[in-house]
């Protein structure tokens, strides 16, 4: 499977920008590269996803590499309501495959 | 629309005992999935549920199992319960037709 690397932890001021980093060197031409988050005492929340091409929803902003090695999930303006982990996932059929694989994720802490 | 639901809450069990909990996907959802979240291990995939059969599995024994209605609303069973069990578990649903998966707020079981 292909496996996703990602910082344990980061901070950011709120009301600035937050660049959360994946990398994911072994993902294959038909893996899907999806965000997902988890704030406290709450299940995961659906972010973002793509494929080649940047996205971009009312959430967030997802920026993927040329070679599809990396990405980065972008929150425009942090506000502490924010602060959660952050996962980025790929799964390899879009349809009928819900069989996601969860990392450690990302800690995002967001300071006033 | 009503969100992911899950019954109950909060559970405590004692070891070699069993259990079912419970989830109900959003209106239109055919898709139900299982996971499993623990500090060691993170969040793990159980089982995928679509249309009453199981359409993926994870890698877990076979004490967990589950199934699936004709109304979507799906229950997860462990038997012989461990120590190890205890855990949140998420029930997650998604239409087929669309990647993003929404999360009910989960069951924390406890085994003592």
């Known amino acids: 499977d292909a496996k996703t690397t990602q910082p344990n932890s980061m901070e950011s001021n709120e009301e600035e920008p937050v660049h959360l980093p994946c990398n994911h060197s072994t993902i294959s031409g038909t893996d899907y590269i999806h965000w997902y988050r988890q704030l406290p005492s709450q299940g995961p929340e659906y972010v973002i996803h793509?494929?080649?091409s940047n996205v971009n929803n009312r959430m967030a902003s997802l920026a993927i590499a040329e070679d599809r090695k990396s990405s980065t999930l972008i929150l425009h303006r942090a506000t502490l309501r924010d602060a959660a982990v952050y996962y980025c996932i790929l799964s390899f059929v879009f349809y009928n495959n819900n069989d996601m694989r969860f990392g450690a994720g990302t800690r995002l802490t967001v300071k006033p | 629309k009503a969100g992911v639901t899950q019954t109950p809450r909060y559970l405590i069990k004692t070891r070699g005992q069993q259990v079912t909990l419970s989830c109900s996907p959003i209106?239109?959802?055919?898709?139900v999935s299982w996971y499993q979240q623990t500090p060691g291990q993170g969040l793990q995939f159980l089982f995928e549920y679509f249309s009453e059969t199981q359409r993926n599995k994870g890698n877990f024994p076979g004490r967990f199992s589950g199934r699936q209605f004709s109304n979507s609303r799906s229950e997860m069973n462990v038997s012989t319960l461990e120590l190890g069990d205890s855990a949140l578990y998420l029930c997650?649903?998604?239409?087929?037709?669309?990647?993003?998966?929404?999360f009910g707020p989960g069951t924390r079981l406890t085994v003592l």
């Open positions: 209106s239109g959802h055919r898709s």
């Open positions: 997650a649903s998604r239409t087929d037709r669309r990647n993003e998966q929404f």
């Open positions: 793509g494929l080649t």
